[in-house]
């Protein structure tokens, strides 16, 4: 009975139940993950030019909704311990980023590859997605020597460009809209990341029954099933197309029957539960998955900012951050709707912000729509 209650006591001097605890580790979570996106973003845009810049980006921007599974699994395998389902996804990406850290490199030029183009040509031909060096040889007529100094020259000028600041990279075109759509994109797709299980668990009744924790788990995995296809099927119209701004609209308004369909029909059996979870995710995340990958990189590439090779991570950061803002709003506002509400104005909700995060990007509609007249008129020519 004594070695007991010791244990007992020993067990509760481990426990901290402050709030402000709680709130101060959060806060330091966020700001030290919130270094990575921008970084990583940065890196893919080094790398991987404007020609399949969508795809590639979406593909592996899948990455998100696969860690997304792998946590929710490993943390539940470790419950009920707690501290474990953090303490141990903790050092699995501290192993990852040293790993990364010591064989990624950040640019092409420090392996002797020639940096990818990320304008449009003026022929309006798309150049290659990554560019050889032995090959950018042979298609130059240039000698080893002379491409071995372009590579050398093009590292220098790289690490010598000076960062661009944060009014700077508020003026290029397109990332003021494309952050605030990413603020309601992200607040819908977060709402969905946090408050799903509870949904399907509370409320969703699937073949008239409800479902336990565990099942509840195992469904809402099926929404990042549909992320992952939502993220590479944007990213490959986005390419082929050649215009961001109607793909994400065209995405975002068809979430908003999705998410309908889901609260309607998603309890109605196994199969739907999974396969309206599967469109609405596809649907939802596909916009928040281009615009926070391919745009990002796109908008640190612009022309407007020519000569300054260091604004990706700076612009990633805005857009991302801004979109994070959204992804913290989007979970409080809904446990003060159920407070007072129920599930059906939380969905409302989620419709609002789903058609303002369109609206927000009609200006870069219009823009898609002029450049597509004038591509079709030279065509023509």
């Not at 793909?247 to 369909?261: E, G, K, R």
């Not at 109605?268 to 391919?294: C, D, E, H, Q, R």
């Amino acid at each position: 009975s004594g070695s007991k209650q010791t244990s007992s006591q020993h067990s509760d001097h481990k426990k901290i139940t402050q709030i402000f605890y709680f709130i101060l580790i959060q806060i330091a979570g966020g700001a030290f993950q919130s270094t990575g996106w921008p970084s990583v973003v940065a890196v893919m845009a080094n790398w991987f030019g404007l020609g399949n810049r969508g795809l590639i980006m979406g593909v592996w921007n899948a990455h998100t909704s696969v860690g997304n599974i792998l946590g929710s699994v490993i943390a539940g395998a470790l419950l009920p311990d707690w501290a474990m389902s953090f303490i141990v996804p903790g050092l699995i990406i501290a192993g990852l980023g040293i790993l990364t850290a010591l064989f990624l490199p950040s640019d092409p030029a420090e392996v002797g590859v020639t940096p990818p183009e990320h304008h449009d040509s003026s022929s309006g031909e798309e150049g290659p997605l990554l560019v050889n060096r032995d090959d950018d040889d042979l298609r130059r007529k240039h000698s080893s020597v002379s491409s071995s100094s372009d590579v050398i020259l093009t590292s220098i000028n790289s690490q010598g460009s000076k960062a661009v600041g944060i009014v700077r990279a508020l003026r290029i075109p397109g990332v003021a809209e494309y952050s605030l759509s990413l603020f309601f994109a992200k607040l819908v797709a977060y709402t969905f990341l946090y408050w799903l299980p509870y949904y399907i668990s509370n409320t969703l009744k699937i073949d008239g029954q409800h479902v336990s924790k565990d099942e509840a788990a195992y469904y809402s995995t099926f929404f990042d099933i549909g992320g992952i296809v939502g993220s590479i099927a944007i990213g490959y119209l986005s390419d082929v197309m050649k215009v961001r701004g109607i793909s994400c609209v065209l995405m975002t308004v068809l979430s908003i029957p999705a998410m309908l369909f889901y609260n309607w029909y998603g309890g109605g059996s196994k199969a739907l539960a999974i396969g309206l979870s599967m469109v609405a995710g596809f649907f939802v995340n596909g916009p928040y998955s281009l615009i926070t990958t391919a745009v990002s990189a796109d908008l640190g590439t612009h022309k407007s900012i020519a000569g300054s090779e260091r604004a990706k991570a700076t612009v990633a950061a805005i857009i991302d951050g801004t979109g994070s803002i959204g992804a913290a709003i989007g979970p409080l506002l809904t446990g003060w709707i159920m407070d007072e509400y129920t599930w059906r104005e939380v969905f409302y909700m989620l419709f609002a912000a789903s058609a303002l995060s369109g609206v927000f990007l009609l200006r870069i509609v219009k823009r898609d729509i002029q450049n597509l007249t004038k591509s079709c008129r030279r065509r023509e020519k």
